[in-house]
């Protein structure tokens, strides 16, 4: 059976559009306009993934998120933010209440498609071996293989599996332990400055503007 999403946005033209594009995909739909019904409406439909609008009068999306995350039974369910506001302070809000993913407007219905299917086979657990990056990049994991507009780049393992980390959520952005953690691992031990090393390996290699600075924080792969 196809997947069943909840659309909580409190602008009926907003839940008409995402509503008629992902159902066109074969999605099964339903909606909910403001936090507290969306959920009654999660609990009553038990969705595989819930696409939250942030900015909605009373309970918003972020508290409407945390209290997602309480229940024994949704905690399973993806989430993506959808919303307006794109600034790294609100991102990594949306992150900290347990998003999956977070898509700003406006989304085409290509993206937006691509997005929540690559956000429900990571729930699944499938990775696939080739992924697209923005950019022009794409990574074979099997062949651990990189190519920038159809021409390759030698990377060392730990700047593919950098990249890779940050690529599979453009606009996401990662914090420095979770780096550490997920690309080094928990029995290495290295400093600060390696993932920094890395970064500025990376944007040599693919531009600059590719890889975003969260001061403070860590990094983001550019949208």
Request: proline share 4%.
């Amino acid at each position: 059976m196809n997947p069943k999403i909840l659309i909580v946005d409190d602008e009926p033209d907003t839940l008409e559009f995402l509503g008629y594009n992902l159902r066109k995909e074969g999605f099964r739909v339903v909606t909910a306009s403001d936090g507290a019904s969306a959920l009654e409406m999660a609990k009553k439909e038990f969705p595989q993934l819930v696409l939250l609008d942030i900015m909605m009068p009373g309970m918003d999306g972020i508290e409407t998120c945390r209290e997602l995350r309480k229940n024994e039974k949704l905690k399973g369910v993806m989430v993506i933010f959808l919303t307006a506001r794109n600034e790294d302070y609100s991102q990594i809000a949306g992150f900290d209440a347990g998003a999956d993913d977070y898509i700003a407007k406006p989304v085409r219905p290509s993206v937006l498609v691509s997005r929540v299917k690559a956000v429900l086979r990571r729930s699944a657990g499938i990775q696939e071996p080739r992924i697209s990056i923005p950019g022009g990049i794409v990574m074979d994991r099997e062949k651990f293989l990189v190519e920038k507009n159809g021409e390759s780049i030698i990377l060392t393992r730990k700047e593919f599996e950098l990249l890779a980390l940050l690529g599979s959520r453009p606009g996401k952005v990662f914090r420095r332990e979770e780096i550490l953690e997920r690309v080094w691992g928990n029995d290495v031990i290295v400093g600060d400055r390696t993932i920094d090393v890395h970064i500025r390996k990376l944007r040599e290699k693919f531009g600059d503007g590719c890889i975003v600075t969260v001061k403070g924080i860590g990094y983001r792969f550019r949208e």
